[in-house]
């Protein structure tokens, strides 16, 4: 018994010839966008991939199987629906026995990637360790599953409505290797710098394709977290951003928001508060990232081509 897996036409056969495939997480499509920006960036994202020279795969469970790559259609529907779940490692087996449709965040999408066969996936940011952890003990199972699963995960670091610093001493723990691209810095999602030193760092795509391989070499499990800053002129500074975030934070308190719903409820009152401009950053962001995992699939799969 396999898993229920159903590519799009082309994908299956795009990934035994050693193509470079990008995927692609559905949850910021149906939790951290509104419709129909959701969509329209999807969409946008996906031709990002395609006009650098790799192949789109966006995943999400529909109908009991895991899609790996979505076609227009797929998309949009979920897209519009209403009472998608978010699927995290915990919750993906649940959601395909039980018939519902599901977004992967970005630990189910990593369960998607190595399932398939995918080394490179694109994504805004990532989840980490809640501000308040220490009581809530709310620690995305983002982090773990990075420890486990084979992806190389380009994001734009992770936003300050979580504690970076516990984020960056967990991945750490868990030994994941968090490698900031181009900068000495770990960035903050909206800006380009937390202040934070990272743990390491990669100047071009092919440096990171070579440490994907050499992990693979050596035989150590889990992927590697590239961490790439917004471009500059689509930043919100920590400055700006900062304020807003706080007010996010404080209302999830008063409103007793708690477990999977904490990300999504600050993600939706972050947009509420600054309007059109956060949703502008994030839309940079995530084509920027798409391009860089473009970059890096590529370079693996010359690396790997037998
Ligand atoms: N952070 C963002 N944007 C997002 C998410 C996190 O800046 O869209 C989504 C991703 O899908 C991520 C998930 O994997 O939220 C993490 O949720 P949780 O903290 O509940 O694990
Ligand atoms: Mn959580």
Request: net charge negative; charged share 20%.
């Amino acid at each position: 018994m396999t898993a229920p897996l159903a590519f799009a036409p082309g994908l299956l056969e795009a990934l035994r010839d050693g193509a470079p495939v990008v995927a692609l997480e559905s949850t910021i499509i149906t939790h951290g966008m509104p419709f129909p920006q959701n969509v329209d960036t999807a969409r946008a994202v996906e031709a990002e991939v395609r006009a650098s020279g790799a192949i789109p795969a966006t995943t999400a469970v529909m109908d009991g199987r895991i899609l790996i790559g979505l076609t227009d259609g797929d998309l949009d529907r979920l897209g519009r629906a209403e009472h998608v779940r978010k699927l995290s490692r915990a919750d993906i087996a649940h959601c395909l026995a039980m018939g519902e449709m599901g977004a992967t965040t970005v630990a189910a999408t990593m369960i998607c990637c190595r399932l398939a066969g995918i080394s490179v996936f694109a994504t805004g940011g990532i989840g980490g360790v809640h501000r308040g952890a220490e009581t809530s003990f709310d620690v995305s199972a983002d982090l773990h599953e990075l420890a486990q699963s084979p992806v190389t995960v380009v994001a734009a670091g992770a936003k300050a409505i979580l504690d970076l610093p516990k984020t960056l001493e967990l991945l750490e723990t868990l030994g994941v290797p968090v490698i900031a691209f181009g900068q000495d810095t770990f960035p903050a999602f909206w800006a380009r710098s937390s202040g934070l030193p990272a743990p390491m760092r990669a100047d071009t795509s092919a440096q990171i394709a070579q440490a994907h391989v050499m992990r693979a070499r050596l035989g150590l499990p889990g992927g590697q977290l590239i961490a790439n800053p917004i471009p500059q002129e689509a930043e919100i500074p920590l400055s700006e951003i900062g304020p807003v975030i706080e007010a996010a934070l404080a209302e999830a308190q008063t409103q007793g928001i708690a477990a999977k719903s904490v990300t999504p409820f600050l993600l939706d009152r972050i947009f509420a508060l600054t309007g059109g401009r956060s949703l502008d950053a994030n839309i940079a962001l995530v084509l920027n990232n798409a391009r860089l995992a473009a970059d890096i699939a590529k370079d693996i799969a010359a690396l790997t081509k037998v």
